[in-house]
């Protein structure tokens, strides 16, 4: 197990923000990483596990306490069952699920980070969630101290959670099962009506596995939500904040709201959610509160390519960001009366 003290943690992280890390412990077998937690836990210190930090707001002041970086290794697939270690490239792993023609994960091409971090807050992008492939979770449990196997039944996914992101001190993940879909080399579904237009076909049609994951990653790269490190607008943690869920009731407040504020011919845009809800877009709020694209003048901005991703243009602290956040929030609220929450994990500071 690789060892350092008062380490510097932003490198660790998309954003490239944060203070040090008292310790920093690099575990490459899951023996190692239970190992490291218990240490921690049976001398009460504080744990910080690391991915593949996309998701990750870490404070100016670093992080008192053990971080530990999930840097495990292993991909099995055997027909159509595939079994990834917690410290996989998920993008890598992607690629090797449509190279060996299995449908299911191919539109999710691209999102940065582990593979351990994908149940956590069922991540998910055009048209695909982690909840619909996977069939169950191993997980190191603190509370009991035990390994256990987590079923996808009891894994309680929802849109951008899960039981894991309830009890963030609770579980280390440290495997994750799929059961993918042979269907001939063509894609899941098409769910998505971006990436339905973008490729010329209908929603609900099947294409060629590479041509789904070659027009995501396209997609993505448009929006700069493909890490680039010579391209700033991917110095950030993807989305920013969640997209709302509304009840029937808030969402007609909110389209009446619209309409006052931007005249009767504006229409939010208004996606089901699942019974008398329905989900709005968070990027649309932030655009029309009269954040833009590129907004900013200081080493935080909004992306020049999405309104949801704020980045850290080179030279910016975690307070940058955070003050940047905090002034959209406010603005959101103020335009439209909705509170946004915000998407990555944050150490040492809220927003
Ligand atoms: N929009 C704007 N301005 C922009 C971009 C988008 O107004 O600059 C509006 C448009 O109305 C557009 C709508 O927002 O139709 C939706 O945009 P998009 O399709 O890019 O989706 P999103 O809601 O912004 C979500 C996920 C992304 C995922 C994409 C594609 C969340 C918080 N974000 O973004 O996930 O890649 O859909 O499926 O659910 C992430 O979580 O980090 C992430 C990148």
Same mark, same amino acid.
């Given at each position: 197990?690789? %060892?350092?003290?008062?380490?510097?943690?932003?490198?660790?992280?998309?954003?490239?923000?944060?203070?040090?890390?008292?310790?920093?412990?690099?575990?490459?077998?899951?023996?190692?990483?239970?190992?490291?937690?218990?240490?921690?836990?049976?001398?009460?210190?504080? +744990?910080?596990? @690391? !991915?593949?930090?996309?998701? &990750?707001?870490?404070?100016?002041?670093?992080?008192?306490?053990?971080?530990?970086?999930?840097?495990?290794? !292993?991909?099995?697939?055997?027909? *159509?069952?595939?079994?990834?270690?917690?410290?996989?490239?998920?993008?890598?792993?992607?690629?090797?699920?449509?190279?060996?023609?299995?449908?299911?994960?191919?539109?999710?091409?691209?999102?940065?980070?582990?593979?351990?971090?994908?149940?956590?807050?069922?991540?998910? #992008?055009?048209?695909? %969630?982690?909840?619909?492939? @996977? *069939?169950?979770?191993?997980?190191?449990?603190?509370?009991?101290?035990?390994?256990?196997?987590?079923?996808?039944?009891?894994?309680?996914?929802?849109?951008?959670?899960?039981?894991? /992101?309830?009890?963030? %001190?609770?579980?280390?993940?440290?495997?994750?099962?799929?059961?993918?879909?042979?269907? =001939?080399? &063509?894609? #899941?579904?098409?769910?998505?009506?971006?990436?339905?237009?973008?490729?010329?076909?209908?929603?609900?049609?099947?294409?060629? +596995?590479?041509?789904?994951?070659?027009?995501?990653?396209? $997609?993505?790269?448009?929006?700069?939500?493909?890490?680039?490190?010579?391209?700033?607008?991917?110095?950030?943690?993807?989305?920013?904040?969640?997209?709302?869920?509304?009840?029937?009731?808030?969402?007609?407040?909110?389209?009446?709201?619209? =309409?006052?504020? $931007? !005249?009767?011919? #504006?229409?939010?845009?208004?996606?089901?959610?699942?019974? !008398?809800?329905?989900?709005?877009?968070?990027?649309? $709020? @932030?655009? /029309?509160?009269?954040?833009?694209?590129?907004?900013?003048?200081?080493?935080?901005?909004?992306?020049? /390519?999405?309104? &949801?991703?704020?980045?850290?243009?080179?030279?910016?602290?975690?307070?940058?960001? +955070?003050? $940047?956040?905090?002034?959209?929030?406010?603005?959101?609220?103020?335009?439209?009366?909705?509170?946004?929450?915000?998407?990555?994990?944050?150490?040492?500071?809220?927003?």
């Amino acid at each position: 197990m690789l %060892e350092r003290h008062d380490a510097p943690l932003a490198p660790l992280t998309t954003f490239r923000l944060g203070g040090p890390a008292t310790r920093l412990v690099t575990a490459t077998t899951d023996a190692e990483v239970i190992e490291a937690v218990r240490e921690a836990d049976d001398t009460g210190t504080p +744990l910080l596990v @690391i !991915g593949g930090g996309s998701n &990750l707001v870490i404070g100016d002041k670093g992080f008192a306490g053990t971080a530990l970086v999930i840097a495990t290794k !292993g991909v099995t697939l055997d027909g *159509t069952h595939l079994e990834l270690a917690a410290g996989e490239v998920w993008t890598d792993a992607v690629a090797r699920t449509v190279e060996a023609g299995l449908a299911g994960v191919e539109c999710l091409a691209g999102i940065p980070g582990s593979a351990g971090a994908t149940p956590i807050q069922n991540v998910g #992008a055009y048209g695909q %969630e982690v909840s619909s492939t @996977i *069939t169950e979770v191993v997980a190191y449990d603190r509370t009991t101290r035990e390994t256990v196997t987590v079923p996808n039944a009891d894994c309680a996914f929802s849109y951008r959670h899960s039981r894991f /992101k309830s009890d963030p %001190e609770r579980y280390v993940v440290l495997r994750v099962r799929f059961r993918l879909e042979d269907a =001939e080399g &063509l894609s #899941a579904p098409i769910k998505y009506a971006e990436t339905a237009r973008a490729l010329g076909v209908e929603p609900g049609d099947r294409v060629p +596995l590479d041509k789904a994951r070659e027009t995501v990653l396209k $997609l993505r790269s448009g929006k700069g939500m493909v890490l680039d490190p010579e391209d700033h607008d991917t110095w950030s943690a993807g989305s920013f904040f969640t997209n709302p869920i509304l009840t029937d009731e808030q969402f007609a407040a909110f389209h009446a709201r619209v =309409e006052q504020r $931007l !005249g009767t011919d #504006a229409v939010p845009p208004a996606y089901p959610a699942g019974e !008398g809800h329905t989900k709005t877009s968070a990027a649309w $709020l @932030i655009d /029309k509160a009269g954040f833009t694209k590129g907004y900013g003048t200081g080493p935080a901005r909004i992306s020049t /390519k999405h309104t &949801l991703a704020l980045t850290n243009r080179g030279e910016a602290t975690t307070e940058d960001l +955070l003050t $940047l956040a905090r002034e959209v929030v406010a603005g959101v609220h103020e335009t439209f009366g909705i509170t946004l929450v915000n998407e990555p994990v944050t150490v040492g500071v809220t927003l």
